[in-house]
């Protein structure tokens, strides 16, 4: 009994040594052995080879998603948020974070894994701003979430041809312009008439917390990693 003990302690100890080492390279958007950035880790393994070998050991898809992609965009997005680390680091650690879930995908569609919800994500009628919605979705895929982009110039048609196409959870629209942010009234009103029970969230630029109560909106967001947090309640 001790020896069985013993080794299931070090086989927990490995798997988190393995995980935290993929969340790592999530933080720091190490995406595998040959990329040259972060400098201090060149030549080490990225999130492409750790993430094949913790599948390859016996790692649980789910474990990895939440316990190293998850942990790892946790940190990404409330530095940030913080202003520690600045847009092209959040791309690298993006980047870091979706050559990672290529390995667990095939497990969603197998349905061994489960998303944690769908989103539907676009940028609103006249507005062809696309940086902000990509980087939101971004935060939604290493959060567990099925991501629907719509691109940008939606209109209230088109989010409701797609929400009845995907059946979403939620759908989160962005604006840059103060004139385009005005499309979000009748878009949200297309969407909470026909689909009152889907939460709506709203950000970008000119967005603020009272306009997004005066459209009806659910949600309102300044930064990618609370716009997850609003629709899943902040990770402990």
Excluded at 74 to 91: A, H, Q, S, T
């Amino acid at each position: 009994m001790t020896i069985l003990l013993g080794s299931i302690y070090i086989e927990f100890a490995m798997n988190k040594e393995q995980l935290q080492k993929i969340a790592v390279c999530v933080e720091r958007g190490k995406i595998d052995k040959k990329s040259p950035h972060p400098p201090d880790l060149q030549g080490q393994d990225g999130a492409d080879e750790l993430t094949a070998l913790a599948l390859k050991v016996g790692i649980l898809p789910n474990e990895i998603l939440s316990h190293a992609l998850i942990e790892g965009m946790k940190v990404v997005g409330e530095r940030f948020r913080n202003n520690e680390i600045y847009l092209p680091d959040v791309l690298m650690s993006a980047r870091a974070m979706n050559v990672a879930m290529e390995h667990l995908k095939p497990f969603f569609t197998s349905g061994n894994m489960q998303y944690k919800g769908r989103i539907i994500l676009g940028t609103v009628a006249g507005d062809l701003h696309d940086i902000g919605k990509k980087i939101v979705g971004m935060f939604f895929e290493g959060g567990g979430w099925e991501v629907i982009d719509c691109g940008v110039d939606v209109s209230a048609p088109q989010f409701l041809q797609s929400i009845e196409k995907h059946a979403p959870d939620a759908v989160g629209m962005s604006a840059l312009l103060t004139t385009t942010m005005v499309n979000m009234q009748d878009i949200v009103k297309g969407i909470k008439d026909q689909y009152p029970d889907i939460k709506v969230i709203v950000g970008g630029a000119p967005v603020t917390e009272d306009f997004a109560g005066k459209i009806g909106a659910d949600f309102y967001s300044p930064d990618p990693q609370g716009a997850l947090d609003q629709l899943t309640g902040p990770r402990s």
